[in-house]
């Protein structure tokens, strides 16, 4: 198992491009979380989903969308990209949604926008 | 609002001591309390849950603490050793959350030879 593995490792992008973050997880885990982390912070959640075909926001939505297909995957898109979203990106899943369930993560996408 | 507060400078410790990071919550009361590693440069992996009605929780090296009247947790690792040398959080977790996870900032931990 290869686990979540989210592409690219980094990238720079410029103010006003757009761009897609790519997750994909072989767990067949159900649900599938975004979270951005700045320096010397706790990790946020963007968006989340808890099925194939199902969304939500999570704490810091805003400029950023987000599908779901299929199970396996759930890519991040950047619409307008800010400097503010400057951050590394890490893509998390677990089997179900219960508080109890530990969330596997992906090694992160760390993004510039300049 | 939920708030999540963990040791913001960085703990420095030798070889073979224990270590005990903090982790504090205010405005709420999380049912579970999840701990996890993060090494520079990759994501954060699982090490322990904690129960509220757990007072103790130990995994070989390993043990958290859950108080529910001081709202805080303490996370220790016995005979640290270089390679725990990494930053760790907390993500205390309502009952019915929904897997949406609110993360303490971390703590930093070096533990020198």
């Known amino acids: 198992n290869a686990g979540v593995t989210q592409t690219p490792k980094f990238h720079i992008l410029k103010i006003g491009q757009s761009m897609t973050l790519q997750c994909t997880q072989d767990m067949n885990h159900n649900y599938m979380y975004w979270y951005r982390q700045d320096p010397g912070m706790g990790l946020k959640l963007i968006y989340y989903s808890v099925g194939a075909g199902i969304t939500d926001k999570g704490e810091v939505p805003n400029g950023y969308n987000v599908s779901r297909s299929t199970t396996e995957d759930f890519p991040l898109r950047l619409e307008l990209a800010a400097p503010s979203q400057t951050s590394v990106y890490f893509c998390?899943?677990?089997?179900?949604?219960?508080?109890?369930?530990?969330?596997?993560f992906g090694p992160g996408t760390r993004l510039t926008v300049l | 609002s939920q708030k999540i507060e963990q040791n913001s400078e960085a703990l420095n410790i030798q070889e073979g001591k224990t270590a005990t990071l903090t982790c504090n919550y205010t405005n709420y009361s999380p049912a579970y309390l999840q701990w996890y590693r993060q090494d520079p440069g990759r994501g954060p992996v699982f090490l322990l849950l904690?129960?509220?009605?757990?007072k103790e929780k130990r995994k070989e090296r390993l043990k958290v603490t859950f108080d529910t009247t001081l709202k805080q947790s303490l996370f220790h690792i016995t005979a640290s050793q270089p390679a725990d040398s990494a930053t760790y959080l907390c993500?205390?977790?309502?009952?019915?959350?929904?897997?949406?996870?609110?993360f303490g900032q971390g703590t930093e931990l070096s533990v020198k030879p």
């Open positions: 998390a899943s677990s089997s179900t949604g219960g508080s109890y369930n530990e969330q596997f």
């Open positions: 904690i129960r509220e009605n757990e």
């Open positions: 993500a205390p977790v309502l009952y019915n959350q929904g897997g949406k996870l609110i």
